[in-house]
C-alpha cells in the first residue's frame, strides 16, 4: 500500500492524467514497445546505407587517386 496521498482532483484535470485499467496501461506499453523497435529498425537499416554509401564513396575516392598517380606517372 502506498503511503503517498492520492493527487487532488483538480491536479488530474489540469494535467490531462486520468486513472486507467492495468490492461489498458499494458496495451499502451506494448504500443510504445513496438513503436520504438520500428524505429530502431528504421535508424538501424539508415545507418547501414549510410555505412554502405561511405563505403562507396571511399572506394571511388581512392580510385580517382590511384588514376591520378598514374596519370602523373605517365606524364613526366
Same mark, same amino acid.
Given at each position: ?7 487532488e482532483?483538480a491536479?488530474?484535470?489540469?494535467? =490531462?492524467?486520468?486513472? $486507467?485499467?492495468?490492461? %489498458?496501461?499494458?496495451?499502451r506499453?506494448?504500443?510504445a ?11 538501424a ?5 549510410t555505412?554502405?554509401?561511405?563505403? %562507396?564513396?571511399?572506394?571511388r575516392? =581512392?580510385? %580517382?587517386?590511384?588514376? $591520378? ?6 606524364y613526366?
Amino acid at each position: 500500500m502506498s503511503t503517498h496521498p492520492a493527487p487532488e482532483p483538480a491536479r488530474y484535470a489540469t494535467s =490531462g492524467w486520468r486513472p $486507467a485499467e492495468p490492461v %489498458e496501461l499494458l496495451s499502451r506499453l506494448e504500443s510504445a514497445r513496438d513503436m520504438l523497435r520500428e524505429a530502431a529498425a528504421l535508424v538501424a537499416a539508415q545507418e547501414a546505407a549510410t555505412l554502405a554509401a561511405m563505403t %562507396e564513396q571511399q572506394r571511388r575516392r =581512392g580510385q %580517382e587517386v590511384r588514376d $591520378a598517380g598514374l596519370r602523373r606517372r605517365r606524364y613526366r
